[in-house]
């Protein structure tokens, strides 16, 4: 084994965070990102040590603010994060892995399969693509794009009161200000800081909670059929 692809026992909170059978599938895909996700470029040789703290419990913890039996598409998924690491703990959403380059969706199809994730579907494309094509009750985004353009790229993807839950470090707040013309123009009814992972992962994750309104001069967006 080369050093690429050690990677360190999970720590014992990961047994909360990924509780019964989801800590089996977790450890199947951390070992994947540190094999080849590496080898594919998805994922820096460097990361590999930190791949528990900084990633799988990092995105795990979001899965604490995320509604039941909703559906949620990951923008700009990547290697899965966090749209798989949601998945594997949280069965009862429906997950689009939202991914406009082609081998990183062949990357997602492949996990998706390997970890039998049957509420998961890889979709190739952007999200502007996708406007007021499909329409999701949450978004998450991971490191994707500045707040201000995220915004303008999820919201038309949301049902009305639908939460995008972009997840941001320490300038999470300058984000916000320099996003507030375009959280007006999108029609966002509210936005807020929220910390998720208290006691679990150090630092705690910081989410940008933006709540999807009604575009101004736009009728688009639908509310959720119950």
Request: aromatic share 4%.
């Amino acid at each position: 084994m080369t050093e690429s692809n050690e990677i360190p026992e999970p720590p014992a909170i990961a047994w909360e965070v990924f509780p019964g059978e989801a800590m089996d599938r977790a450890r199947v895909y951390a070992e994947l990102l540190a094999g080849s996700g590496v080898e594919r470029g998805l994922l820096g040789p460097r990361e590999v040590p930190r791949i528990w703290d900084r990633h799988m419990l990092n995105c795990g913890v979001v899965a604490e603010v995320v509604p039941e039996n909703t559906t949620l598409v990951d923008i700009g998924s990547g290697a899965g994060l966090p749209g798989v690491v949601l998945a594997i703990i949280r069965p009862d959403v429906r997950v689009t892995l939202l991914e406009p380059l082609l081998r990183r969706t062949v990357f997602l199809s492949e996990i998706t399969e390997i970890l039998k994730l049957d509420n998961v579907e890889v979709l190739r494309g952007r999200a502007e693509e996708l406007a007021y094509k499909r329409v999701f009750d949450v978004a998450t985004a991971r490191a994707v794009t500045p707040l201000d353009r995220l915004v303008a790229w999820s919201l038309p993807l949301l049902r009305e009161g639908g939460e995008l839950l972009a997840m941001k470090g320490e300038r999470a707040a300058e984000e916000i200000e320099n996003a507030r013309r375009q959280l007006q123009a999108s029609g966002a009814r509210s936005v807020e800081l929220v910390t998720v992972g208290e006691g679990k992962v150090e630092p705690p994750t910081t989410l940008v909670r933006v709540v999807a309104g009604r575009p101004p001069g736009n009728g688009k967006r639908r509310r959720r059929k119950r």
